[in-house]
């Protein structure tokens, strides 16, 4: 290196921002991420080994996947090249290959290959890296905001170790808010700034994990802010809430955090939490999803997970959809809301799920058997001469509208798929089909209940 690249490569670090300034250079300084880089976990025993295999960094931007893939390059005696999927191609990718079997076949090293955004790559250029991976070549890192199971090749998935980096908690980004600000070598320091304790709870909370956010927060409030007649550059909540301005929602709608984000809603609505189903809403609308398709979910668990329990969810939910494309945002938050809340608050009961599963498990074992003569349609001319509805008996004729002829096949009568619960209105419903049948199933405790099997 002559003296001209040695100056360039000094001015770029001191110039660059703070957050690539203060990344970690070693395992010690990785602020996180415990559940992997604690004492004896995998991870931190291939690195300091230097027996690292091709792995995959998997989790939201400011979590340290590319911090982790420089420690690694520190700490390991391979050669270490670095490429960004979003600004390279096939024949970049050519000449890391050429120049990693140059150093394996001169100087006996590996070469470890860091690919970031590596879902940005298509399905050929994931291809490609797969025979140079399989024989050692060289050791890919691929880091990804994206799921990989949806983005990344099944063949490279599958010789690679998977790890998933979670958002920092706050304690951790407020650490690394208080090093920022003092370090004199790597941080702000030198500028003579100090933060208020309160501001440094507040950022590190409104960070939600990205170490990144948090510090471009400081790095921008030193600089703008002036200092005060005591000569200190004052971090006050105010200042960095200039800085920080709106948190952006973590949420694709094509990505990951989509799914896991309506998964949570259903989930709360499910298991009975209206102000959990409420905050996953609004962190959905927040990040501009359609009300129609929130709605749409909302009519799913309104069956699914309310059914017969509460009849009246189906019709609110169904309402729901129909105001929610008639009034549009933001009136549509508030049928939303609504909607969920009610679903939320009522009982459940998935008697709907299981009694059409038990049926559709049924009609595939026994196939389309015969339906009963007296149920078939007869209105055509020759139906009654071919037997056709001959001794059918209207209902309506009967006391209580209830005549007790058999309606499923034969081959299965006596079989029962539909169980009431005991919750909201299906104990109604079984009170009463007890009383009207005689069946005495309809008022045994539904644990102790043989399901889909004959009457004794």
Known sequence: M???????????????????RLRPRTLEEVVGQRHILGEGKLLQRAIMADKLGSVLFYGPPGTGKTTLAMVIAGVTRSEFVQINA???????????????????????????????????????????????VEDGTVT?????????????????????????????????????ILRAVTDRERGMGAYGAAIDPEAADWLADVAGGDARKALNAVELAVLTTPPSGDGVIHLTEDVLRECVQNRPARYDKKGDNHYDTISAFIKSMRGSDPDAAVYYLARMLEAGEQPEFIARRIMICASEDVGNADPMAMVVAVNCSLACERLGMPESQIVLAQAAEYVATAPKSNTAVESVSQARALVEETGPLPIPGYLRDAHYDGARFMGRG????????????????????????????????ENGHEQEIRRYMAALTGDGRYTEPETLRQRGEETP
């Not at 001209?4 to 001191?14: I, P």
């Not at 004729?397 to 002829?405: D, I, R, T």
């Open 2 to 20: 002559d003296l001209f690249s040695y100056m360039r490569e000094q001015d770029m670090e001191e110039e660059s921002p703070l957050a690539a």
């Open 86 to 132: 979003t600004s390279s191609g096939k024949k970049e990718m050519e000449d890391v290959i050429r120049r990693a079997r140059e150093v394996r076949g001169m100087y006996g090293k590996k070469t470890i290959l860091f690919i970031d955004e590596i879902h940005r790559f298509n399905k050929s250029q994931q291809d490609y890296l797969l025979p140079f």
């Open 140 to 176: 890919l890192i691929g880091a990804t905001t994206e799921n990989p199971y949806f983005e990344v090749n099944g063949a490279l998935l599958s010789r690679s170790l998977l790890f998933e980096l979670h958002p920092l908690d706050r304690e951790d980004v407020r650490a690394l």
């Open 390 to 421: 001959l001794g059918y008996q209207y209902a309506h004729e009967y006391e209580g509208h209830y005549s007790g002829q058999p309606y499923l096949p034969e081959e299965i009568r006596g079989r029962k798929l539909y169980h009431p619960s």
